[in-house]
């Protein structure tokens, strides 16, 4: 099936926040028995994030047009389920932004997993898979469908990262659980955002600029 999406700004901007808003809660439907970090906790949040992501496409379809006499692609297309060799640049470059901390392992002598090694597999899986997967899945290739005709390619490259960012302000709620001074809290969580933030501009630049969701879950997957 061909589709285009030609929502407003105001109707663009809220479906992307709503997808956005629906993955964050679903990681909060179970009991928060334990930290994020517990084996239970993670296989929990794992499957709310799959699920989420399954259903996100079904999401993108409440607000896709058959009848627009706009370019039409498959849904495929527009979530950037296809050309995976685009991926070898972006993945490149990423991995040259990362030439010092690579060089200072080989030098050291340090495992690139050291700091997995008392980790469960569970939190390898949940690093390493799902995370890239997911995130990249929904908040590049589901919510840019929604807002690039309404923001244009240059404003969804320099909004979108902002969902993604903000996001990740649900970590306060651990830090607080474990009784993190509030200063902590707020400085972890600027640095945050503005990693976040800014991993999410080039996530998203390369999303738009290849066509393709493979080439952010490669990169996301690097850092």
């Known amino acids: 099936m061909l589709l285009s999406?030609?929502?407003?700004?105001?109707?663009?901007?809220?479906?992307?926040l709503g997808l956005a808003l629906l993955y964050v809660s679903s990681l909060y439907i179970w009991p928060q028995s334990f930290h994020r970090n517990h084996p239970t906790s993670v296989k929990q949040r794992i499957l709310s994030a799959v699920l989420v992501t399954m259903l996100a496409p079904c999401y993108l379809l409440l607000f896709g047009s058959t009848t627009s006499i706009q370019p039409q692609y498959p849904l495929?297309?527009?979530?950037?389920l296809t050309n995976p060799l685009s991926a070898v640049l972006p993945l490149a470059l990423t991995v040259l932004l990362f030439l010092g901390p690579i060089f200072q392992h080989f030098v050291t002598g340090e495992s690139f997993f050291s700091d997995y090694e008392d980790y469960k597999d569970v939190l390898?899986?949940?690093?390493?898979?799902?995370?890239?997967?997911?995130?990249?899945?929904?908040?590049?290739?589901?919510?840019?469908p929604l807002v690039i005709v309404p923001l244009g390619w240059a404003t969804t490259v320099a909004t979108l990262p902002l969902f993604f960012g903000v996001a990740h302000l649900h970590h306060a709620c651990g830090l607080y659980r474990q009784g993190t001074p509030l200063l902590r809290?707020?400085?972890?969580?600027?640095?945050?955002?503005?990693?976040?933030?800014?991993?999410?501009?080039?996530?998203?630049?390369?999303?738009?600029?290849?066509?393709?969701?493979?080439?952010?879950?490669?990169c996301h997957h690097v850092l």
Do not use: H, M
């Open 5 to 16: 999406f030609e929502l407003d700004t105001l109707r663009g901007t809220l479906a992307a």
């Open 76 to 80: 495929v297309t527009w979530i950037g």
């Open 124 to 144: 390898l899986a949940r690093n390493l898979i799902v995370a890239p997967v997911t995130e990249e899945l929904v908040f590049r290739g589901c919510l840019a």
């Open 185 to 218: 809290i707020v400085t972890t969580l600027l640095l945050q955002t503005c990693f976040t933030s800014a991993f999410g501009g080039f996530s998203t630049l390369v999303f738009l600029t290849t066509g393709s969701v493979i080439g952010p879950i490669l």
